[in-house]
């Protein structure tokens, strides 16, 4: 899989593949990341990319000739994602989605935002990775290329890695996780997690999977088709959560 990604601040976006299972992706080949300087193809000589929006208004727009000059540059834009909180918001499910597109094209925004024509032009999808506002695109772009990234295969090194984890297939947050020692500081280990009966093991993680959803998350039942096991825990917690 390919990434283009076109930004104000490449070394920002550059830092982001050198470490961890994005570099180990890029070292093996599995992904190819194209880091683009928006600035590079801006035709002033004081390499300006912004200006004042037309109709009055707070901050400065990013033109759009620096950025029809760099998108055009590319041969394969794939699916091209513009990074704004005015997009849709980043779910596990769309993730997957774009996990099959072989090349991905995004583009980080900075001040007020990028010129709609641009958008109107190029653009898909516009994304956004939560309800809040970021200084520019850029991190946006670094969490949307390693969740895909962690969906391809043989990333993770382990290809159960990524089940049983929140927002998997079932939909459900995680279960808590412990490892050794069994007791610390006074703080032990639930006694179900050292009986090596893997069923009762298995259980207790649905059941806790579906206690911290309706704890932290109660809004993803409404989109969650629950197994008749996950039910009866479903169930279960509620009884056990009225007494």
């Known amino acids: 899989m390919t990434f283009h990604i076109l930004t104000l601040f490449p070394e920002t976006v550059r830092c982001f593949f050198r470490e961890s299972i994005v570099r180990r992706a890029v070292d093996r080949g599995i992904i190819e990341v194209d880091v683009i300087d928006i600035r590079e193809y801006s035709l002033d000589k004081h390499k300006k990319v912004d200006d004042y929006p037309f109709g009055g208004g707070m901050g400065m727009v990013m033109c759009p000739d620096p950025l ?82 962690r969906e391809l295969g043989s990333v993770l ?41 893997h069923a009762e093991i298995e259980r207790w993680r649905l059941k806790r999977r579906i206690i911290n959803t309706a704890k932290v998350r109660p809004d993803l039942f409404a989109r969650i088709p629950l197994t008749k096991e996950m039910e009866i825990l479903h169930d279960e917690t509620a009884k056990e959560t009225e007494q």
Do not use: W
């Not at 094209?105 to 809040?132: A, N």
């Not at 382990?158 to 610390?184: I, K, W």
């Open 157 to 197: 090194g382990n290809s159960e890695s990524s089940m049983e984890e929140s927002f998997d297939e079932t939909g459900l947050l995680e279960y808590e996780q412990y490892t050794r020692p069994a007791t610390y500081r006074g703080r032990d280990v639930p006694q179900v997690l050292l009986n090596g009966n």
């Open 68 to 149: 029809f000059r760099a998108l055009e540059s590319i041969g394969e834009r794939g699916k091209a994602i513009y990074l704004s909180p005015a997009g849709a918001l980043l779910v596990q499910a769309k993730v997957r989605e774009l996990a099959k597109s072989p090349v991905i094209t995004m583009i980080c925004g900075r001040y007020e935002g990028i010129d709609q024509r641009v958008i109107d032009h190029f653009v898909e999808e516009t994304i956004s990775i939560g309800d809040y506002v970021l200084t520019g695109g850029e991190l946006a772009a670094a969490v949307l290329a390693e969740s895909v990234t």
